[in-house]
């Protein structure tokens, strides 16, 4: 018998998609029956009080969570979410209902043993509810209470080989597209960097040092699988100098219906037999390519590396051997002066262990500047816009190039240095009088 009545979300029971009431319905029984004879270590009835709260928060249309909560663990600055619940006397069970972010492995593999560990830990010292993952990607454990904050660290750290993952203004939990553990249009090894990056700065990640949080997301390619552009502030896309590799016979076979165009995505409709023509010629932004006397050639200079016809022939078009990344960066949410995508800096950077060249010449300069010269909740986006992309290319030492832009800018407010410009700007008015009166 459930411990609250829950006729609002009941209703999401129903329907094809997995409901989460029903999962959180499951998870309560299971507290309740304890079959394992689980030693709980917060109330053992917090998802039906999760439920109840919830329900009373669809009756209301509104949050029953108090403002803000500040806890964690000794030695770190962040990587727990703390919250209290503000009727608490109506749900004792989540009274306190802290998060705690789990760094994830990159690409999130798992093994089952690893998964039931971390269940096992996270049945008794929490709720036993989790996100799988959180947007930054981390593991997300929803709901403890402070004492246990401290006991959980410990199991994490000393029996699971285990560490939190970053929140505050800090470096967050770096995560990356699965690349080439299996997809064959990676262009860097999205994982080995990843987990490289987030050993490197453990003390960025866990100790807020910085005007406001920061992000960096790894992408093996332009299809941009983790929305490195969207949602880093230092955003690794993959991508290749050299030609696209084409396999001619392969073409053939796609162009004769014997391998279907994007390797079977659109096989739920009926869109007619593959016309090279109209599919990939005629859709490549800078119409680079051409299908003449059975052959098809694309003319590298101009290929700007969109993925499209790769996408759409991945077994006759692969990329090119000379692989490295693109770095992007500014992304950010609206808050405050407006969303933006991350603006590219680096077009092109070999992306090889130690990463010796990334951290040196671009994570750190920027950091280095950021962290003088941002403001107080300043992401690295709006430092850009303040004191300009020229500055950043100061900082890092990157040359101007037209790659780095859109579009020149239109209007005239230049701006000059003073030794640029012949004879500085110390000038004497009654010099200017001498031929030119009042
Ligand atoms: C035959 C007469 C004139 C010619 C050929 C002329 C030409 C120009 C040109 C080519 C510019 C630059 C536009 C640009 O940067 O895109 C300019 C800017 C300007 N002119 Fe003239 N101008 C004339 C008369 C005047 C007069 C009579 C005034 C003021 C009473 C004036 C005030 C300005 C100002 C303030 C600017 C700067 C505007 C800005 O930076 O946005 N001009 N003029
Ligand atoms: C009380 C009188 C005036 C006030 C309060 C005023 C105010 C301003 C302001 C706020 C700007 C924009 C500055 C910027 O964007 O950085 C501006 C620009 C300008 N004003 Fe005035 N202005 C006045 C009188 C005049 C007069 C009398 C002229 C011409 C005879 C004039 C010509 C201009 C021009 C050409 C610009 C553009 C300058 C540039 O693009 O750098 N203004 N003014
Ligand atoms: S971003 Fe590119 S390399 Fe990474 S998984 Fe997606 S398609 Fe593959
Ligand atoms: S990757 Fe894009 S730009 Fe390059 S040839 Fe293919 S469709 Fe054209």
């Excluded at 499209?308 to 006759?316: G, S």
């Amino acid at each position: 018998m459930a411990k609250h009545e829950t006729p609002l979300i009941d209703q999401l029971e129903s329907g094809p998609w997995p409901s989460f009431v029903s999962d959180l319905k499951q998870e309560a029984e299971s507290r309740a029956k304890n079959e394992k004879n689980i030693e709980y270590q917060i109330p053992q009835d917090c998802c039906d009080d999760l439920l109840g709260v919830l329900e009373l928060s669809y009756k209301h249309g509104r949050t029953h969570w108090k403002h803000g909560g500040i806890v964690g663990v000794f030695g770190y600055g962040g990587g727990v979410i703390g919250r209290y619940c503000d009727q608490p006397e109506m749900f004792p069970g989540v009274a306190h209902f802290h998060t705690m972010r789990v760094s994830q492995p990159a690409g999130k593999y798992y093994t089952t043993k690893y998964i039931e560990d971390i269940c096992d830990l996270w049945e008794r010292r929490g709720s036993g509810l989790t996100n799988m993952h959180g947007a930054t990607g981390d593991i997300i454990f929803l709901g403890t209470t402070t004492p246990q904050l401290e006991e959980v660290f410990w199991e994490l750290g000393h029996n699971l080989n285990q560490d939190l993952g970053g929140s505050g203004s800090n470096l967050r939990t770096p995560s990356d597209c699965l690349g080439e553990s299996r997809c064959e249009f990676a262009c860097f090894d999205t994982q080995a960097i990843c987990h490289d990056l987030t050993n490197e700065y453990q003390d960025e990640l866990h100790r807020p040092a910085f005007p406001y949080k920061f992000k960096f997301k790894f992408d093996g390619c332009p299809n941009c699988c983790v929305a490195a552009i969207a949602r880093s502030d230092l955003a690794f896309i993959g991508t290749w100098r050299d030609d696209i590799r084409i396999d001619q016979e392969a073409v053939k076979a796609y162009i004769g219906g014997e391998i279907p165009p994007n390797a079977g995505a659109h096989a739920g409709r009926d869109w007619g037999p593959f016309d090279i023509q109209k599919e990939v010629i005629d859709l490549c932004p800078t119409k680079c390519m051409r299908y003449e006397d059975g052959k098809l050639e694309i003319n590298t200079p101009e290929c700007t590396r969109c993925m499209h016809c790769i996408n759409v022939m991945p077994r006759a078009l692969r990329v090119g051997n000379d692989k490295g990344a693109s770095l992007m960066v500014g992304a950010k949410a609206p808050i405050l002066d407006g969303a933006q995508m991350a603006t590219l800096l680096v077009p092109f950077i070999k992306v090889e262990p130690p990463y010796t060249e990334i951290k040196e010449t671009v994570i750190e300069p920027i950091w280095d500047w950021w962290m003088e010269e941002g403001k107080n909740r300043e992401r690295l986006g709006e430092l850009i816009k303040r004191e300009g992309m020229q500055k950043l290319l100061e900082v890092t030492g990157f040359k101007a190039d037209p790659r780095m832009i859109q579009e020149p800018r239109s209007n005239p407010y230049v701006f000059w240095k003073a030794d640029e410009v012949p004879g500085g700007f110390e000038r004497d008015i009654n010099e200017f009088r001498k031929f030119h009166q009042r």
